[in-house]
T-cell receptor, first 112, second 114 residues
């Protein structure tokens, strides 16, 4: 059953903590993306990767970090430097640049 | 800079009506345009992808059209049902800056009244 999985579905973070959101795909897609969604603001791109071991900053990369050691995995770390991390985080993948994008179910992160 | 606009932000219609959702973009040099559906608290589901060379694409009760010269796309939903209630987003690649980003509209929140 092909698709994109994100875990956990809900995540709570204390002030000063780093947390890592998981994104895995078994679609054999080259490109993967992380978006943040806030009410009334639409989707904003955090980081994206077109190929293994390479990634680029999106529009709001400050306070976030990623890695792309395997084709199927693109974890996102929300660091303590991100001052307002409470949001809905969406991971997506596509076969390549400008191809159809497919999204995971999302992770809702809340800062306590 | 490519910008994508969806108007109206919200729409309520009675069940059974045919309806049209609008998407406009500022730069007509697009590679493709994608329509998504998002249910509350869920990820985005791809509905239709129209290539720049196409004028329309159909899937079941959905029909998406593309007019690059006017910078517009419409998503037509026939015989609407309460299950169609969701937020609908359109997205285009950002070719203007020659990066690999996809630009999303903020969506139209659709409510089908039973």
């Amino acid at each position: 059953d092909g698709g994109i999985t994100q875990s956990p579905k809900y995540l709570f973070r204390k002030e000063g903590q780093n947390v890592t959101l998981s994104c895995e795909q078994n679609l054999n897609h080259d490109a993967m993306y992380w978006y943040r969604q806030d009410p009334g603001q639409g989707l904003r791109l955090i980081y994206y990767s077109q190929i293994v071991n390479d990634f680029q900053k999106g529009d709001i990369a400050e306070g976030y970090s990623v890695s792309r050691e395997k084709k199927e995995s693109f974890p996102l770390t929300v660091t303590s430097a991100q001052k307002n991390p409470t949001a809905f985080y969406l991971c997506a993948s596509s076969p390549g640049t400008f191809n159809e994008q497919f999204f995971g179910p999302g992770t809702r992160l809340t800062v306590l | 800079k490519q910008e994508v606009t969806q108007i109206p932000a919200a729409l309520s219609v009675p069940e059974g009506e045919n309806l049209v959702l609008n998407c406009s973009f500022t730069d007509s040099a697009i590679y493709n345009l994608q329509w998504f559906r998002q249910d509350p608290g869920k990820g985005l589901t791809s509905l239709l992808l129209i290539q720049s060379s196409q004028r329309e694409q159909t899937s079941g009760r959905l029909n998406a059209s593309l007019d690059k010269s006017s910078g517009r796309s419409t998503l037509y939903i026939a015989a609407s049902q309460p299950g169609d209630s969701a937020t609908y987003l359109c997205a285009v690649p950002n070719l203007m800056n020659r990066d690999d980003k996809i630009i999303f509209g903020k969506g139209t929140r659709l409510h089908i009244l039973p």
